[in-house]
């Protein structure tokens, strides 16, 4: 089955910058999404089509695509931006939809 | 307002059954691609089911085919996700999701706040 690659966590120092990647073999083809949970509430989209923000979303959330990779950047990094981040998209046909392994992103 | 509301959710045996719900209220609910995403206890997310708007498409992940039924009644606005011989691995917070049009694929706009699945004996 399809398999999306995120790393287990990230740390990062408030104000800085965060970035998370996610491989997979379809990205080439297959829009990325990207979500921010946090704990004991239900995921919050914040990056759709590799780079859309949606409304809502402080600009300091943004996403790339190159290749089979994807990136969310956290830039000026605040503690509210603690939890955990998933990737999402689809296999190459687009019918079966696939969830990164998540990140968990730790403001020091 | 726009909110999605699970129900249905509990302790089951087993082998037993258990049919989830979901409320749609605040926009067209039979506009929508709507899908059942499900998280184990300090686990990641998994993608279950999708149907169309109008029922006429539906998928399932692997790991539930032949074992779950995903429905919906656009007049009553609710998603449903029949769940029969149930396993511990089946053991999850279950999601409601609406679906956006993202071209290529699917994703994930609203969700609602999920519902506790628990299969022990």
């Known amino acids: 089955s399809y398999e999306l690659t995120q790393p287990p966590s990230v740390s990062v120092s408030p104000g800085q910058t965060a970035r998370i990647t996610c491989s997979g073999d379809?990205?080439?083809?297959?829009?990325a999404y990207w979500y921010q949970q946090k704990p004991g509430q239900a995921p919050v989209l914040v990056i759709y089509k590799d780079s859309e923000r949606p409304s809502g979303i402080p600009e300091r959330f943004s996403g790339s695509s190159s290749g089979t990779t994807v990136t969310l950047t956290i830039s000026g990094v605040q503690a509210e931006d603690e939890a955990d981040y998933y990737c999402?998209?689809?296999?190459?046909?687009?019918?079966?939809?696939?969830f990164g392994t998540g990140t968990k992103v730790t403001v020091l | 307002q726009v909110q999605l509301v699970e129900s249905g959710g509990g302790l089951v045996k087993p082998g037993g059954s258990l049919r989830l719900s979901c409320a749609a209220s605040g926009f067209t609910f039979s506009d929508y691609y709507m899908s059942w995403i499900r998280q184990a206890p300090g686990k990641g997310l998994e993608w279950v089911s999708y149907i169309s708007s109008s029922g006429s498409t539906i998928y399932y992940a692997d790991s539930v085919k032949g074992r779950f039924t995903i429905s919906r009644d656009n007049a009553k606005n609710s998603l449903y996700l029949q769940m029969n011989s149930l396993r511990a691995e089946d053991t999850a917070v279950y999601y409601c999701?609406?679906?956006?049009?993202?071209?290529?694929?699917?994703?994930?706009?609203?969700w609602g706040r999920g519902t506790l699945v628990t299969v022990s004996s």
């Open positions: 999701a609406r679906g956006q049009d993202g071209d290529t694929n699917w994703y994930f706009d609203l």
């Open positions: 999402q998209s689809a296999d190459s046909s687009g019918t079966y939809h696939v």
């Open positions: 379809a990205l080439p083809k297959q829009y």
